[in-house]
């Protein structure tokens, strides 16, 4: 068994660790070619066009098929209601810290990329409009595009709730949108075997143009978000299950919270942690109807390490795109954006791809910043899993406090629902 776990963790990291390694070898090509290594920038064009293409039908089948075919929808809907609504309060924290920690240490600004793409109307727009045209478009064929990315998931969550609603007669189109979900699922799946060959022909087209100031980006990206994302784990999380449940909360959190923790950062999946969430709850006393409920929704909608790292992502691009947070309204856009897409765009599968496409659509920042972004989700994907999973376990003694009063813990609910059993 413990072979078969370490050769879990091995491949878990097998795919990321053989993406960065043609990265570092396409950046090597650009250092060493200079501008003749623009020859393979159709590769890595080509290969992004065909991610773009995707993610439409992508979004729009894997969320509407999960909406739909939920079943009992009242039974825990006071539950998934309080539960959401926790879940945008703990991102939006996180998004704030981030705002916070590179208010002070800043992002790299050592080079300017090409602006020529960017659309100067974002950065006029008021915040009101910026929502509006964020969340909403004016004709249907507009929906149906990467350029509007949270108009399009707004669209698609209402059209599963109707379907939902529709119960029997609805479960046709839920089977449907479930197969195509499935297809898609393969498409997006084939396209990223090609994935390293695609970035790599990308970046040495980068490096040969920009030189070694792009890859001190990332190097300044690693310095400042693992550190971030340690300081959130221990003090964030901890604050939450003092608030869920004081000083105990915080002593039996941690001491719980060891094996899942390691799993996350040994697996880079949140799946994978589900079960030794559940197994944390239960040794917690968080009640199983609501660790049922609160750890699955939340390993697809619950990132705040993606909030944090969204957040760290705006930033970067605003500095090498010249496009500046000058207000607090900007700020609010942004910290809007990082929220609903660490919600929202998180259950989509590839999801990095679609939440990194979402905030280039929603700034107006041209489709170049979409590999570089891509690049650093990869990097800072094991601190995001950490934060992602453990949140989800904090998260359910919350809920668990606002139902159950605050001296939940001694009541040993578990044991009382099976008496009822």
Request: proline share 4%; with cysteine.
């Amino acid at each position: 068994m413990m072979r078969t776990q370490a050769e879990k963790k091995k491949s878990s990291y097998r795919e990321p660790l053989i993406l960065i390694a043609f990265v570092i070898v396409g950046a090597i090509l650009g250092l060493t070619l200079g501008e003749k290594a623009s020859v393979l920038y159709p590769i890595g064009q080509i290969w992004l066009n065909l991610l773009f293409v995707l993610l439409v039908p992508l979004i729009f089948f894997s969320i509407s098929s999960s909406i739909a075919n939920i079943a009992d929808t009242k039974r825990v809907g006071k539950l998934l209601v309080l539960t959401i609504g926790i879940f945008v309060v703990t991102a939006a924290i996180a998004g704030i810290y981030m705002f916070a920690v590179t208010g002070i240490f800043g992002v790299d600004t050592s080079i300017q990329l090409d602006t020529s793409e960017v659309a100067a109307a974002t950065a006029t727009d008021s915040i009101g409009t910026q929502i509006v045209n964020t969340f909403t478009v004016s004709d249907f064929p507009l929906v149906i595009s990467r350029s509007h990315i949270l108009a399009l998931i707004v669209f698609t969550v209402f059209f599963g709730l109707t379907v939902s609603v529709l119960g029997e007669q609805g479960k046709p189109v839920a089977s449907w949108l479930s197969n195509m979900s499935l297809v898609f699922y393969k498409m997006v799946a084939l396209l990223m075997k090609l994935a390293p060959l695609g970035l790599m022909a990308y970046f040495a087209n980068l490096t040969g143009t920009y030189g070694p100031d792009l890859l001190k980006s990332y190097a300044r990206g690693l310095l400042i978000y693992y550190p971030a994302a340690i300081v959130y784990f221990f003090v964030f999380l901890a604050l939450y299950a003092f608030l869920a449940a004081g000083p105990w909360g915080v002593k039996n959190f941690f001491k719980n919270i060891l094996t899942p923790a390691l799993t996350a950062l040994g697996t880079r999946s949140s799946a994978a942690t589900l079960p030794l969430q559940l197994d944390a709850c239960d040794k917690l006393g968080v009640p199983r109807e609501v660790s049922s409920v609160v750890v699955p929704v939340g390993a697809t909608c619950h990132m705040d390490g993606a909030c944090i790292a969204t957040i760290y992502e705006i930033a970067l691009c605003c500095a090498l795109f010249g496009h500046p947070l000058n207000s607090i309204g900007d700020f609010a856009f942004a910290l809007v954006i990082a929220v609903a897409g660490s919600v929202a765009v998180s259950s989509v599968p590839g999801g990095g791809a679609a939440m990194e496409t979402m905030v280039i659509s929603a700034f107006g920042f041209p489709s170049i910043a979409l590999p570089v972004l891509l690049m650093m989700t990869q990097l800072f994907d094991a601190g995001c899993t950490l934060i992602n999973s453990c949140g989800d376990t904090v998260a359910s003694m919350l809920v668990t406090r606002v139902l159950y009063g605050k001296d939940w813990y001694k009541k040993n609910l578990n044991k009382q629902e099976e008496a009822k059993v």
